[in-house]
């Protein structure tokens, strides 16, 4: 063991390393890394709203919590929300809420568990038995509530008293949209009975069906896919955000990135007009895993108030995160 004073300095040094390479990979964009140590919380421009711990995928390899951080560290990531998945839909491999909550325990200042509970599971004692369940996830240190991806209709009566109990929780729900979870029709109108259903919850949208709302004249075909080209007005996700303040956006994942870069015009002026209801994501859940999305936020250069808010302020606030 090192005297405690070259431990510290190894330490700030690491630090200072840490930084400066967050710098580079978002392109040495000094407006990007501007403020972007906030007093009370770990360094770092982003907290990142969406990643996975463990073996996600049959053809991938697993990713630890250590390798997690020194991604986060080279990115310039001070946070991170881990996500079980635990429908059959989701994953090749379950990811609990007590594996989360286990991996996480030691970084707790860093990796921010949310818990999860398939629509579908038995439970007993009805509303009050799954609240129960819930304030469980959440007394152990659960923030929220995700990643919602099971194999039901977005509006299946089990999701709404799945929803009802999150919101009474305090927990936001981020979920996953396509044609196989949390399906949907085009312009989300099942989303919308649940908007309305459960307005006290929050809502936080991810995947191919809720990026490719971000269009009018949506087929439903492209529920389950990455659209390419301009964006047509009328998407269903101004419409909902505009009606409805309790639904976020998460940009993580190939469908979050695409949804921006396929039309970076009206990217950049969404990423502006929805600067409160946006939150940064990558998706990250392998080593080595290309993530696109720091050079599109470096190349958009936002305004400052926009970065910050959807970069780590937005999520920090839904989340209840306090400075230590
Ligand atoms: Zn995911």
Redesign the pocket.
Known sequence: MAPASKRSERASRRRFLCQAGAAVAVGMGSVLHAKAQEKGFPPGTFLDV???LGQ?WNSRPPLSATELLRWMDAHGVAQAVV?P?VSPE?SSYPLTTDFVLRVTREHRERLIPFCSIDPRTSYQGGHRGLVGMLKRYRDQGCRGFG?H?PGVAIDDPRNIRLFRACAEAGLPVLF?LDNQRNWDRPGLPGLEKVLRAVPDCIFIG?GPGWWASISGQVTQKELQSYPRGPVAPGGAIDRLMEKYPNLYGDL??GSGHNAIARDPEFGRKFLIRRADRLLFGT?F?YPGQPVPQFDLMARLKLPEDVQRRIFRDNARQLLGLKKS
Do not use: F, Q, V, Y
């Open positions: 969406h990643t996975h996600t996500l998945l989701a990643e991806k996953h991810h993580s994942a998706d859940l």
